[in-house]
């Protein structure tokens, strides 16, 4: 079975870390730093921490995360190994024998079809067009739903595999294992994107301070009308007492000619 097949070569000149071999097969571990933009491309963007790549279903070479296979490195001993090994092996005769025993057949009886069709074009007319285009869609969905019953056979397997190394390991270790290897990624991607949560909180500090400064600028500024306020009612106090004062006056005067009047 074909796996990563392009990134199989890429190790050819590098010299692995650790070489496991049982039943025939030939496992090496490689670790991603020694390779320029690996660890970048399936670590960073794409969470695979340990991949494996295989050109003919008997060699097989896995790229591990540095770190990651220091933490964890119990997950792809040998035993372990194996029995992936062999679940590989099961996920192929799954979908040969698909291939063989369905896709092929289907396709190969579409084809014929197909071909009945065209050749009779002109004694079926129309129809022979609709008999053409019902074949192919046919052909389309059986596909589909082959598939669909392909990928829960493999899942039944993977199932399977899984159950086998809890049973190596113990459920015990197995959980351990499987928690330190959660906790060491989401350390790793702590470590790749820092300061997320630090910025979010510095951005809302600097939106109270803003704030802050705002609400002490509006309270200056209604301050200084206050005072504003204060001078225009002094100014307009003194107005009226100068205006009291003419009108005393006034009066005075008015008085006194009355005064005159009356004597004369």
Not at 3 to 17: E, G
């Amino acid at each position: 079975m074909k796996i990563n097949p392009k990134l199989y070569a890429i190790a050819d000149p590098v010299t692995p870390v650790e070489t496991q071999n049982f039943d025939g097969r030939t496992v090496q571990l490689y670790l991603m730093d020694s390779f320029e933009g690996i660890k970048e491309e399936f670590a960073d963007k794409k969470g695979q921490f340990a991949v494996w790549s295989s050109v003919d279903g008997f060699n097989y070479r896995v790229f591990l995360e540095n770190g990651y296979y220091d933490k964890v490195s119990e997950l792809y001993s040998q035993p372990v190994n194996k029995i992936w090994i062999e679940f590989w092996d099961k996920t192929d005769v799954i979908q040969r024998k698909f291939s063989l025993f369905f896709t092929y057949p289907i396709m190969a009886i579409a084809i014929i079809l197909c071909v009945i069709s065209i050749a009779f074009q002109a004694q079926m007319g129309q129809i022979g067009t609709y008999i053409t285009i019902g074949v192919l869609a046919v052909m389309f969905i059986g596909i589909l739903v082959g598939n669909v019953f392909v990928k829960k056979k493999v899942i039944a397997a993977n199932t399977e595999s899984r159950q086998l190394i809890i049973d190596h390991f113990g459920e015990a270790k197995f959980d351990k294992l499987i928690d330190e290897q959660k906790t060491y990624m989401d350390e790793y991607y702590d470590k790749l994107y820092p300061n997320e949560e630090e910025t979010t909180e510095e951005n809302k500090d600097d939106k109270v301070e803003e704030v802050k400064e705002i609400t002490e600028d509006t309270a200056k500024d209604n301050t200084e009308e206050v005072k504003t306020d204060d001078v225009k009612t002094e100014d307009n106090t003194e107005v009226k007492e100068v205006a009291k004062e003419t009108s005393d006056d006034t009066t005075v005067d008015n008085e006194e000619e009355n005064k005159e009047d009356t004597i004369a």
